[in-house]
């Protein structure tokens, strides 16, 4: 279905508008994602937006088109509206010219089949939806099977997550648990459990990683809990040459990841 | 001096306010820090505030007392103020419950010593200030002299360029220039250039880098011109196992800059 939005007071406009806080995403079990380099990302990889807004004044452009048409045929529906309009709905004075609704994905447990990947990363109560996305990223580069967010973390279909992931939250898996989930659920089966860590730990560069790796990082600001640390099947080190104990968590989780990486492709 | 202020009217409030803008940071020469934690990195690193403002609610603490009486022997200035106008002045809703105001470095390449460190990282039109402020976070850790900021970078006196560095601001060298005045002052000394490519590059593991390193990092969506990789000494590629052909940044520059620490530590 297609159809044309004119004014601010549409209920469709409000609703959208409403997918930019995370209660709203909840109750609706949807999220947006921005620009049309993230809704191809999302088609190639076998997402369709439910609902496809664009700005009437866009560039043409063929992969817009065949998004269009793709989401016509699966029975989505397509939005025209002006570029005001679409600047209220996303939050941003520069909006890019397309926007995307979609139902969020299971995060349970069950989505992560161990086997799948030789790395998976982990984060704990990580607070910062860039940093979050960032390590959607990361899992996407170095060939991870998705990301378990751990305790009270950002929520991953917030816009800033989805555009900081460039697409990788369409590519990865993410689930959520409660430490106490999680740790069960690891034990269950086979699985290393990695942490950069000072305490009784190794230097990163050589230590025994063994697949399927799952890389923990911890709060920006916190760090693990020492409860946490202590489960883990391998505490690592990183150089700390300068005043600072601690890198960005993303940055710290990606240099760990990398290495893995590594060790198990030698 | 040590005085009070109450309205939000205060020409001090107005002027503290306006640093928040790039063009006033560059007019004035001076840049805002947030925190008791960043505040006493920066006094531990020789860096004392003009002016420090505290709010009145503030809790006593011990490292808060030593500040304030370093900058009173310094010839600083201390104000005392509410928790509103502090929050009207760092444009947060929860602000810290002090802030410094500091004088700009030199940002020139003079401040460069090369031989003074084996790592200096280089970031081209990096336009993200969480990005830039993570860059410095990372020279730090791996022992890096600072970060050389080419062509269109953001500010690295924004409070968030600030407050991501987590203090580096304040130990790194940072110096601001175009590519045509960067690549001339490179090659008037030893040092060898290398980016992240994927023209005519080799594996960045077990790559032949040699100190002082410089790592440059191309812009967020654009990476580096290719005429900029071409003037590289060494190319290295990342492994990219899934479908983004990139990584953010501040983690790609992170991820090499490891790399490098190893290879000259080794």
Chains 1, 2 share one sequence.
Request: one cysteine or more; hydrophobic letters at 40%; charged letters at 25%.
């Amino acid at each position: 279905m297609r159809r044309e939005i004119t004014g601010y007071s549409n209920p469709t406009v409000k609703y959208l508008r409403s997918l930019r806080e995370k209660k709203h995403r909840k109750a609706a079990g949807e999220f947006l994602a921005e620009g049309l380099r993230l809704l191809t990302d999302a088609r190639e990889s076998g997402y369709l937006p439910e609902l496809l807004v664009m700005a009437k004044t866009r560039e043409a452009h063929t992969l817009l088109d065949v998004l269009e048409a793709e989401v016509l045929r699966s029975g989505g529906e397509v939005i025209e509206t002006t570029p005001d309009i679409l600047s209220k709905i996303t939050g941003k004075s520069n909006p890019q010219a397309v926007t995307g609704v979609f139902k969020e994905f299971d995060t349970s447990l069950d989505v992560i089949d161990r086997d799948a990947a030789p790395i998976w990363m982990v984060a704990e109560s990580l607070r910062d939806p860039g940093n979050l996305g960032t390590m959607l990223r990361t899992c996407d580069a170095v060939g991870a099977g998705g990301l378990i967010l751990i305790d009270d973390c950002a929520d991953p279909f917030s816009a800033e997550a989805v555009r900081a992931s460039m697409g990788a939250v369409f590519t990865q898996n993410i689930a959520r648990a409660s430490w106490d989930e999680f740790l069960p659920w690891l034990r269950s089966g086979a699985g290393q459990l990695v942490a950069a860590s000072l305490r009784d730990a190794v230097p990163y560069r050589g230590a025994a990683y063994a697949s399927p790796c799952f890389v923990l990082v911890g709060n920006e600001s916190q760090g693990l809990p020492e409860g946490y640390e202590a489960e883990c099947d391998l505490r690592v080190t990183m150089p700390m040459r300068g005043r600072a104990d601690s890198l960005n968590a993303s940055v710290a989780g990606a240099v760990l990841a990398y290495e893995v990486l590594a060790a198990l492709e030698k």
